[in-house]
């Protein structure tokens, strides 16, 4: 058994890659580790209510308390965040459907210890909407990659990746309904290997050690 990895989700939205990191938690598909918060900007995300069935302890940072007129105050916004990691100490930070960009002093703080899931084959079709910049870009096989967090947006290295078809008559919502399985097997895969073997990163492209 080796040493337990704690870890903080941070999700905006419905939730579906956080439930499914936890369920491979609870089933043993991820060892040594163990969810210690999910933090959310959004009081509505569906994340929230699945933390709280399953006995995980949520904290909210409301973003919209951070926005007027149009601006968002990121340097306060992320002043709050950074003092709540700080408090939980977690060794893995992952973003699960977040959505807001995080700025660079708490990249820095956090330097390799910051993963996200993006529904793309990266670099390809960075941003937003990426499944339906598949579809418009024509090309055949799509996918999804989990990936360090540096900062450059959806940019980092690459820890796993899986592809899925793009079918002539998929829409973006056909395309990301059928990618959603694959992107949670596909965080699973790589949460079990940060949780489970050691890694550097060289040249930008990450390195396992045995
Ligand atoms: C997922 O498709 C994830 O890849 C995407 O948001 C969705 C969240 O779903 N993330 C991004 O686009 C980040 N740039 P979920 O809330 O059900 O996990």
Request: glycine share 8%; net charge positive; proline share 3%.
């Given at each position: 058994?080796?040493?337990?990895?704690?870890?903080?989700?941070?999700?905006?939205?419905?939730?579906?890659?956080?439930?499914?990191?936890?369920?491979?938690?609870?089933?043993?598909?991820?060892?040594?580790?163990?969810?210690?918060a999910l933090i959310s900007n959004n009081a509505d995300a569906g994340a929230i209510g699945i933390a709280k069935r399953l006995g995980i302890?949520?904290?909210i940072i409301h973003s919209k308390n951070f926005r007027q007129s149009g601006q968002f105050d990121r340097i306060g916004y992320e002043?709050?965040?950074?003092?709540?990691?700080?408090?939980?100490?977690?060794?893995?930070?992952?973003?699960?459907?977040?959505?807001?960009?995080?700025?660079?002093?708490?990249?820095?703080q956090w330097a390799n210890k910051i993963v996200n899931i993006h529904p793309s084959l990266l670099p390809a079709f960075r941003g937003l909407r990426a499944q339906k910049q598949a579809i418009e870009a024509g090309v055949s096989k799509s996918g999804c990659t989990v990936h360090f967090v540096t900062e450059e947006l959806d940019d980092g290295p690459i820890i796993a990746q899986n592809t899925v078809e793009v079918l002539g008559t998929d829409t973006e919502e056909t395309l990301s309904q059928r990618l959603l399985p694959i992107e949670h097997?596909?965080?699973v895969e790589a949460v079990s290997k940060l949780c489970s073997r050691s890694c550097v990163i060289r040249n930008g492209c990450v390195e396992w050690l045995a």
């Open positions: 058994m080796g040493i337990e990895n704690k870890l903080v989700i941070l999700a905006s939205g419905r939730g579906s890659n956080f439930a499914a990191i936890a369920n491979a938690i609870a089933d043993g598909s991820i060892p040594n580790a163990r969810i210690i302890a949520v904290r002043k709050e965040l950074s003092a709540v990691l700080k408090e939980l100490q977690p060794n893995w930070i992952l973003l699960a459907g977040y959505m807001l960009i995080l700025g660079k002093e708490i990249i820095q097997h596909t965080y």
